[in-house]
């Protein structure tokens, strides 16, 4: 084990003895109870860098070989989780840029003067604690259980922070473990600065459809201003992360996306009954023949992409600005597949197909609201998206970078992955896969709106 000995440090026979001891409901956050549960113990200290006097930064390993990430101080002669209070978030911020620390590195982007700390009382695979002081705050984000194998957000975040990407929240800096000189680096722990009040997308998109399908506002301000404000992020997103000459994929590649597809679509049809397994089944064909072209995607550009992009990983802050967050990219794939880079269409087919969703949604939970309204909302706002980021890859000399072939067989991959999320984990959701299938092979209301145009 690489430990940092600093002269506030503890005695690491007595820490590494402390967590022998601990009981793991104490090592890992308090809504993470059931995991810890499951915990075979004892825990075994594998690494540790000092934060601050009171607060060691830790990794810890279970019966199982299972690691977890934990900032810990002294409770007695014991060990327990720091919690908001301790000062653990505040002595990561100022711990932040110390280079090389034992097996971990401290890297530092931006930041201020940090004074306190308080939770953020929502459930997530990670815990998150705010920190601010008199020139604003910022997220500290401590992941729980370490991966074995490298994490795309803190490359997605390091190349866009060294391509001046600016509309995400700003990143302060991050902290990643890293076991030996021949494995891959893991995040610990990522500061990003606070965007206060912000929304994600799910709420500022659907007030957005309601205003307008009410008649609140025009479809400019609710529809064509952010479809178009998001197409110019997520291409700038893409132009700073791509190489001036990327990769291409080969045959294999495109072979594996449209199997992958296909695997989807009938795990789909296995979890669906009712009406929507008899709506999925009579379309199967016609979405087969849609995610058929990506059998044939062999020379499409590759782009270290965003991976889990729609409107719910975009936050609008009460500056009016927009950002991106997330890069974690998607939590269903296997660490290899997330750090691949992909064809950009699959960024821009999940924003596109994710408005859509949106309309859904405010068609099934606004009781009286004019469908047609919506639609045109919807209409709008995707033709505004994809428009703006075309024009913005076109502008910057990239226009290659969107193989416009993959945008309807990586939409409805989504869908069909929409499908499987609402089988397996969200039921009530099965509603807007099933809607985007009726809009895609069967509405006439689609056809009858594009004709109409924006209004």
């Known amino acids: ?15 590494a003895a402390a967590v022998r001891a601990a009981d793991p409901v104490d090592v890992l956050p308090a809504r993470h109870a059931a995991e810890a549960g499951r915990v075979r113990g004892p825990l075994a200290l594998v690494a540790a860098t000092s934060l601050s006097a009171t607060v060691t930064l ?56 940090v004074t306190a700390e308080r939770v953020i009382d929502v459930d997530q695979s990670n815990e998150s604690v705010i920190v601010h002081g008199p020139d604003g705050g910022a997220v500290v984000k401590w992941v729980v259980r370490v991966s074995d194998d490298a994490d795309p957000a803190p490359v997605r975040v390091a190349r866009l922070v060294e391509a001046g990407f600016d509309a995400m929240p ?16 893991s995040l610990v722990a990522m500061v990003t600065a606070l965007v ?12 957005d459809a309601v205003a307008y399908a009410s008649g609140a506002t025009s479809l400019h301000d609710s529809a064509t201003a952010p479809g178009a404000a998001l197409g110019g992020i997520v291409a700038a997103m893409h ?27 009938d795990d789909a049809l296995a979890l669906m009954d009712g009406a929507e397994r008899v709506r999925l089944e009579r379309h199967a064909d016609a979405l087969r023949s849609d995610l058929g ?33 997330d890069f974690d990219g998607n939590p269903v794939a296997t660490p290899a597949e997330r750090l691949a880079p992909q064809p950009a269409a699959v960024d821009v087919a999940g924003m596109a197909q994710s408005l859509d969703h949106v309309a859904y949604v405010v068609r099934h939970r606004t009781p009286g609201v004019d469908p047609a309204a919506v639609q045109r909302w919807r209409t709008t706002a995707v033709e505004a998206f994809l428009s703006s980021y075309r024009a913005t890859l076109d502008a910057a000399g ?52 594009k004709k109409d145009g924006p209004a």
């Open 398 to 449: 990239r226009g290659d970078l969107l193989d416009e072939r993959l945008l309807v067989p990586m939409r409805m991959r989504q869908v069909c992955r929409e499908y499987v999320y609402a089988g397996r984990h969200l039921p009530h959701w099965r509603y807007v896969p099933d809607r985007a299938v009726r809009d895609r092979y069967e509405d006439s209301t689609v056809v009858a709106a």
């Open 170 to 185: 700003t990143p302060w800096g991050m902290v990643q473990w890293q076991p030996d000189p021949e494995s891959p680096p």
């Open 1 to 15: 084990m690489r430990w940092s000995r600093r002269p506030w440090s503890p005695d690491i026979d007595d820490l």
């Open 196 to 207: 206060p009040d912000a929304r994600d997308g799910w709420q500022w998109a659907v007030q």
């Open 239 to 265: 132009l700073g992360l791509a190489d001036s000459s990327p990769p291409v994929a080969d045959a294999e590649h495109a072979a594996a996306w449209h199997a992958e597809a296909l695997a989807t679509l």
């Open 293 to 325: 072209a990506l059998a044939h995607a062999a020379g499409t550009p590759l782009v270290p992409i965003h991976g889990d992009l729609h409107v719910g990983q975009v936050l609008h802050g009460t500056d009016g600005a927009y950002r991106v967050t």
């Open 58 to 113: 830790t990794v810890v390993e279970d019966a199982d070989s299972r690691r977890y990430a934990a900032p810990l101080v002294f409770d007695g002669d014991r060990v327990r989780r720091a919690a908001p209070g301790d000062g653990a978030a505040l002595a990561l911020v100022e711990a932040l840029g110390r280079g090389s620390d034992g097996a971990f590195s401290l890297t530092r982007w931006d930041g201020h003067p």
